[in-house]
């Protein structure tokens, strides 16, 4: 079966920021996955794959990244469920020391255990961000996909937890540059998600409608290459946009400016540690990730409702494999 070849752009190209690994990932990796297995969030085969995603650094970190199994549970239902559960996620989180209610979704206790834990280290500002980050990115799961993309990336509420030992003021958060940062930290993050998962998604034939390159392929009456073209050029504005942003932001003092200029690095980081993760975990290509993120060539996969009946024991082996067989 011949499959379309498409040159995945190299996004970060021009990006100064260079590869970083946390010297207590394993540890703290090997930890929250225990954590995670022990709610049995998903049935043998679903973990497996979940796990192949190797999310995670800090701890609090790594166990919100467990926590985008709402993902998971969000796909599978409507948005009237969705709601209930986003509710309950958000009650948790405002109230990680109360008892949940017995029989409900185990996201509830997740959530609790996750924000118990992560505000015995938060400052009391990194603690309002992260419910008021998390409320935008439930909100977005509910609501239309095109209006609220950089919502719906899930990478705002990992934004805040950047903040655990920052404490600046609120008028400093919210400046305009610094705002501005982070719209395009968000956004370098989630479009390059979508360019990375859009060939696994479309083979799945379930979710690739809620992706740019398929907005982009729509609107613009492109193929595959040209959406992903399309793509690399407006990260590289989006990456002027950020340098400059950055360049210019004022000074609030030495103390104010030391914790806002590690903030900066940190989001620029979570842009670099996405892009490598996407390649090293086994979510998007397998375990060709390295491979193809050296030679930046992967193909198009047909849908598994393409396939037929012999064909679709292999599914996962196309799914996992980027070359054609």
């Given at each position: 079966m011949a499959m379309e070849l498409v040159k995945l752009p190299n996004l970060l190209?021009?990006?100064?920021w260079e590869r970083r690994l946390n010297p207590?990932?394993?540890?703290?990796?090997?930890?929250?996955?225990?954590?995670?297995?022990?709610?049995?969030?998903?049935?043998?085969k679903s973990e497996e794959a979940f796990e192949r995603c190797d999310f995670g650094h800090c701890r609090?970190?790594?166990?919100?990244?467990?926590?985008?199994?709402?993902?998971?549970?969000?796909?599978?239902i409507d948005e009237f469920v969705t709601k209930e559960m986003a509710d309950m996620i958000m009650d948790a989180l405002r109230s990680p020391t109360k008892?949940?209610?017995?029989?409900?979704?185990?996201?509830?206790?997740?959530?609790?255990?996750?924000?118990?834990?992560?505000?015995?280290?938060?400052?009391?500002?990194?603690?309002?961000?992260?419910?008021?980050?998390?409320?935008?990115?439930l909100d977005a799961v509910v609501e239309d996909y095109l209006k609220v993309r950089r919502h719906t990336c899930g990478c705002l509420p990992s934004f805040a937890l950047m903040e655990l030992e920052f404490e600046f003021p609120e008028e400093v958060w919210q400046h305009p540059l610094l705002a501005r940062l982070r719209d395009c930290a968000a956004y370098l993050v989630c479009v390059g998600n979508d360019l990375y998962s859009?060939?696994?998604?479309?083979?799945?034939g379930r979710h690739a409608v809620h992706n740019l390159m398929t907005v982009i392929m729509h609107q613009m009456d492109?193929?595959?290459?040209?959406?992903?073209?399309?793509?690399?050029?407006?990260?590289?504005?989006?990456?002027?946009?950020?340098?400059?942003?950055?360049?210019?932001?004022?000074?609030?003092?030495?103390?104010v400016d030391k914790q806002v200029k590690e903030y900066v690095e940190g989001l620029a980081q979570w842009v670099r540690g996405h892009d490598d993760w996407s390649f090293e975990s086994q979510r998007y290509f397998g375990t060709m990730?390295?491979?193809?993120?050296?030679?930046?060539k992967t193909y198009m996969l047909p849908r598994v409702d393409a396939l037929d009946s012999p064909s679709l024991a292999r599914w996962e082996e196309y799914i996992l494999n980027p070359t054609p067989n």
């Amino acid at each position: 079966m011949a499959m379309e070849l498409v040159k995945l752009p190299n996004l970060l190209k021009d990006w100064p920021w260079e590869r970083r690994l946390n010297p207590h990932y394993e540890e703290m990796r090997a930890a929250s996955w225990r954590w995670f297995k022990s709610f049995q969030a998903f049935d043998p085969k679903s973990e497996e794959a979940f796990e192949r995603c190797d999310f995670g650094h800090c701890r609090t970190v790594v166990d919100i990244m467990m926590l985008f199994a709402i993902d998971t549970y969000t796909d599978e239902i409507d948005e009237f469920v969705t709601k209930e559960m986003a509710d309950m996620i958000m009650d948790a989180l405002r109230s990680p020391t109360k008892p949940r209610t017995e029989g409900e979704c185990v996201l509830g206790e997740m959530t609790r255990q996750f924000w118990e834990l992560g505000r015995q280290t938060s400052t009391a500002m990194a603690e309002r961000h992260m419910i008021e980050m998390m409320q935008l990115y439930l909100d977005a799961v509910v609501e239309d996909y095109l209006k609220v993309r950089r919502h719906t990336c899930g990478c705002l509420p990992s934004f805040a937890l950047m903040e655990l030992e920052f404490e600046f003021p609120e008028e400093v958060w919210q400046h305009p540059l610094l705002a501005r940062l982070r719209d395009c930290a968000a956004y370098l993050v989630c479009v390059g998600n979508d360019l990375y998962s859009y060939r696994a998604e479309r083979a799945r034939g379930r979710h690739a409608v809620h992706n740019l390159m398929t907005v982009i392929m729509h609107q613009m009456d492109l193929r595959p290459q040209g959406a992903a073209n399309w793509i690399s050029n407006w990260v590289d504005g989006l990456m002027v946009d950020f340098m400059d942003c950055k360049a210019n932001l004022p000074s609030w003092g030495p103390d104010v400016d030391k914790q806002v200029k590690e903030y900066v690095e940190g989001l620029a980081q979570w842009v670099r540690g996405h892009d490598d993760w996407s390649f090293e975990s086994q979510r998007y290509f397998g375990t060709m990730g390295p491979s193809v993120q050296k030679t930046r060539k992967t193909y198009m996969l047909p849908r598994v409702d393409a396939l037929d009946s012999p064909s679709l024991a292999r599914w996962e082996e196309y799914i996992l494999n980027p070359t054609p067989n």
